[in-house]
């Protein structure tokens, strides 16, 4: 197995939790979200694909948008925050999250890893 | 203070439109938000740049062609339609689709072709058993080589037994049915798994 590949596989499905969770912190706009993952989060998300990840979201009611004609910018951004639906998923996710490190970590313990 | 807006380098009207245009299987609101969301996004790179035209450029290179990057928001958008509507068949469209985009995608595709066939052989056999009742079976004859369900011809059909007798209808449409759900249910998680985002540059 192509070790790349696999952290690839790893990334894609934090990628959903990382926004959900860094959404819940406060409302962002797209770009923001974008540099967060990058420079907080440690995920190299490519330039752009913030995007369909947010109309999905938004499309399947997990997290809501409006648009703001922020003072300290020349253009209007597009906001977003957790929906009701979004906060129980991040809460489910979190729960999984959880169980999935303690469970891995057992296991590398076990086997004596360094 | 007012803030003014950087200037707007005239390859960005053009990749906007190229965006607008590639966006057309989408309603039309839903593709007005994503071309506004990405004009700010590019505004936002420009904003503070001293040189706009080489900032729209990076951008626009990370991005990658317009008609590319437009291609995972329809996908996305055909695959969530094909998903709400629940047709199995409009789910094995979307998948067709998508089967020319990877060798994972195309195994998947063809392991859902299978199912799906399976399920139409067997419809076929209920639908020709009262038709062609001598010819259509579940078939047995070990020593010539026949283990079937399906039409034989006559000679053939005089060499093996025919097991089921009618109750093939009733067994032949609960298979077709219990695959047609079992297709549609792995259809319903590879499509879903094709919509995660690779985030990879």
Known sequence: MDLQAWKSQLRKGAAEFAVLALLQQRERYGLELLECLRRDVGLEVAEGTIYPLLNRLQRDGKIVARWVEDPDASHPRKYYRLSGDGAALLVEMRRAWSEHTRAMARLTDEEGFE | MEHQSPARPAAMDSYLRRLRFALAPLPPEARDEIVREIRSHFMERLDGAADPERAFRETAAAMGPAEEYARSFVDDYRIAAAVAGGSGFAMLHVALRLAGRGIRALLGVAVLLLVFTIALALVIVALLKP??????????????????????????AAQASELLGYWIIPIAILASTVLYRVGTTLLRRFLRWHQTPSVEP
């Open chain 2, 131 to 156: 038709i062609f009742p001598a010819h259509v079976g579940a078939w047995y004859a070990p020593e010539a080589g026949i283990v079937a369900i399906g039409f034989l011809d006559a000679r053939t």
